[in-house]
């Protein structure tokens, strides 16, 4: 079965950087889009960003636009989110998602993703 390993949560001051990585096992990593989303506290699930199969699109949320960049290495079935001036309201779990299209161009829909890691919480001081 396919496995989503998350890392590199914690806990920093707003303004700071943050970078998560997601380790995937189990199929082939490298034709698939990625995403991820994230879930703030008493808040639903929430599209971040994702990234093509070859990592030649991107797509970002309005709220993270030009502070966070997604981008994979497909020879180590990774995927990152580097995370910059980060705001309090960027407190949030943070999944990433493996999509469930071959080839695709990845999407802001959750119903497009059909594997899902454990979360990783990211929680930004005021």
């Known amino acids: 079965q396919v496995q989503l390993v998350e890392s590199g949560g914690g806990l920093v001051q707003a303004g700071g950087s943050l970078r998560l990585s997601c380790a995937a096992s189990g199929r082939t990593f490298s034709i698939y889009p990625m995403g991820w989303f994230r879930q703030p506290p008493g808040k639903e699930r929430e599209f971040v960003a994702a990234i093509s199969w070859k990592g030649g699109y991107t797509d970002y949320a309005d709220s993270v636009k030009g502070r966070f960049t997604i981008s994979r290495d497909n020879a180590k079935n990774t995927v990152y989110l580097q995370m910059s001036s980060l705001k309090p309201e960027d407190t949030a779990v943070y999944y990433c998602?493996?999509?469930?299209?071959?080839?695709?161009?990845?999407?802001?829909?959750?119903?497009?993703?059909?594997?899902w890691g454990q979360g990783t919480q990211v929680t930004v001081s005021s």
């Open positions: 998602a493996a999509g469930s299209v071959r080839y695709g161009p990845g999407s802001e829909n959750f119903r497009e993703y059909d594997y």
